[in-house]
């Protein structure tokens, strides 16, 4: 698990400025390359938006946890879950080891990892307030009516209409025929909401598939979003629903940073590297091409102090509309990708906790609230943390239900105001109706009585005076087109390197995935530098092989100026919508087109 230590040019030192994901990530991989590592990290606590923190006290003074906003693991994240399996847990276990059952049936011992604390979902609510809600399960289908059952309750079901359920699967088939420069082009400069011709279609499918569960879970508006990144990701997140070799959705087994985060703070200290918490950059100096230096404030016991700092190579790793205020005209001159950093939209995403006086697990996995003008999503944390006991000292709260509100402009239905609007006491009352007006359908399943306490993400403030709400940690959102301006890891400033959500990868999304991919890519621009070839592994997303002549034709197509042959050769087409009706007529019908059979 651990890796050897790489020789470097001795002496190399790396400033990390950022403790998020991003961070914490390149600190991993350059630590364990044997280079001298400090990060700087502005919040007392690192893991920046994935972090947990101490909520409310319990009726004996103890802080009950809190998330910024869940986490959820889809099962095409490589990066991530990569650093979490190097990521020893060393505390656990009398000797840090678990016991493990390998192939015939021979049992040997393995130290544990963080990566051992996720755990799947089983189940996935659908709530709507009119109509019938649904309970998807999230494991992979094994017979013929359970198949019928999740392509039913994914594309389908009494609130699509049927031609526009087999529309809508026609789209994702022309997404898996496309080819790579017609994702790049065409469909980053497309909205979702066009690409599935959403305006043109049902209330159901509107809200069912043009919205989906990708805009709750991820916060991404499908009018403004771009074809290429909901329409990879989303490909992605099915697969995990029907492919065993993945998990649809898995989740941490307690709070992020009793189980993650803490940990690997842990081992990046065992592996030498210096971390400051309360250290916030201020200023990034460059003088030729280079940067000079770090200017920072660094608050400790107590004191206020003003320093600057050196180093031979530094990561940018704070996020895009902090990144975007400390890079000054001259370092944009020397590093002219970071000159579209305002241009990259970011939007508000944030959590609040709900604790109960009793569990009330709802659904194993997550909810997704479709008729809640806030985008809700939910997860109800008690069943999922295996040590929940130990969060409650007084034993007066059994259930915690976190859940994230990623639509800050629509009103809300008891105040009439967008979330945006309101104060914190209307906040957390209107996210509350609102998940009563979905859960107590058939039952009453939220009662008042249940409340004992709520947590509204410190990142959000209230200035009375002015009256209005800030939210200091904002999420990015990949609106149409923005691609271009999210720049590589790689900056034309020899010992500058950014990671974070915003850089330029292959996962394209606002996410802790994003987040590590980038932060190996930072590692390997450095590398390069060094000419150290001990480069970080990079994944890229898996294809189904079936399409992939498909998508040479597509390719074809492509340099051509055609469109897809979906649309240039129905014939050909045809045959690849058929694969629904079995290999067999597909492949028939495949046949009879690339023969030019009728
Ligand atoms: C509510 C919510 C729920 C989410 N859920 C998921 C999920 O389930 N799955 C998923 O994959 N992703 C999720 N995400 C997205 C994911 O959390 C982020 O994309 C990812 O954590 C970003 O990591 P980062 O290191 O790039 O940036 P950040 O997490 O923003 O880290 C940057 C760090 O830099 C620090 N910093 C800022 N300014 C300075 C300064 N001047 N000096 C020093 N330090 C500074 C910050 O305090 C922070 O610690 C969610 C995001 C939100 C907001």
Partial sequence: MTRPRARTRAGARVTILGGGVAGLSAAHELAERGYEVTVYERNERFG???????????????????????????GFYRHVTDTMARTPVSSEGSDGSRSETGAGAETRTRAKTVADHLVSTEQMLQAVTDGDSRIMTTDRPRTLAEWRDRLGSLFAGPHVPPDESAFFVDRLLTLLTSCEARWDEEYERTPWWEFVNAGAMSEGYQKFLAYGVTQSLVAM?????????????YLQMIRGLFDDRVHADRLLDGPTNDVWIDPWIDYLRELGVTLHANATVTGLECEGGHVTGVTLVHERDGRTNEKRVESDYYVLAVPVDVARRLVTPTLEAAAPALADLDRIETAWMNGLQFYLVEDVPT?????????????????????????????DGGGDVEGILSVIVSEWDEPGIVYGKPARECTEAELVTEVWEQLKRHLNREKTVLTDDLLVDTFVDPALTYDGEAETLTNDEPLLINTVGTRQYRPPADTAVPNLVLAGDYVRTETDLASMEAANEAARRAVNAILDREGDGDRCELWSFDQPRLFEPARRHDELNWRLGLPHPGAASPVLWKGYRRLSDGPRAGLAALTRGFSGRK
């Fill in 221 to 233: 508006r499908p009018e403004v979003s771009s074809t290429r990144t909901i329409g990879r990701i």
């Fill in 48 to 74: 920046g938006k994935a972090r947990s923190f101490p909520g409310p006290a319990d009726s004996d003074g103890h802080p009950l946890p809190a998330e910024h906003g869940f986490r959820f693991f889809p």
């Fill in 363 to 391: 659904v194993r996995g997550h909810g997704v609230y479709y008729d809640s003008p806030w985008a809700l999503t939910s997860i109800s944390q008690r069943q999922f943390w295996s040590a929940f006991d130990r969060y």
